[in-house]
């Protein structure tokens, strides 16, 4: 199983970014979907989350109105448009798949991405 994540990069405070998330060997359209990121010295969190069941969405409140979640099925990937970004937004981005429903503990999560470096500068 790979999730591959992609679309880091270093932008300007107000820009934005969409990260990109294949997965390989899973099909996301059975799993829930999500985004993690992990600041330095920080704790890795959840900022946003697809269920397939309901299609029901979390979003943290750091970047809700500002982030959206998607999928495309046909191309089994999910992504994550970021706008208005922020210097705070600067983190490693992670995806990852789990069965079940949104939850916000990683170690729920039997399949992740290997990372993306977003870095946003003021």
């Known amino acids: 199983v790979q999730l591959q994540a992609s679309g880091g990069g270093l932008v300007q405070a107000g820009d934005s970014l969409t990260l990109s998330c294949a997965a390989a060997?899973?099909?996301?359209?059975?799993?829930?979907m999500a985004w993690f990121r992990q600041a330095p010295g920080k704790e890795r969190e959840l900022i946003a989350g697809?269920?397939?069941?309901?299609?029901?969405?979390y979003y943290a409140d750091a970047v809700k109105g500002r982030f959206t979640i998607s999928r495309d099925n046909a191309k089994n990937t999910v992504y994550l448009q970021m706008n208005s970004l922020k210097p705070e937004d600067t983190a490693v981005y992670y995806c990852?798949?789990?069965?079940?429903?949104?939850?916000?503990?990683?170690?729920?999560?039997?399949?992740w991405g290997q990372g993306t470096q977003v870095t946003v500068s003021s």
């Open positions: 990852a798949a789990r069965n079940g429903m949104i939850d916000y503990r990683q170690f729920s999560y039997a399949y």
């Open positions: 060997m899973i099909t996301i359209s059975s799993r829930t």
């Open positions: 697809s269920t397939r069941i309901s299609g029901s969405l």
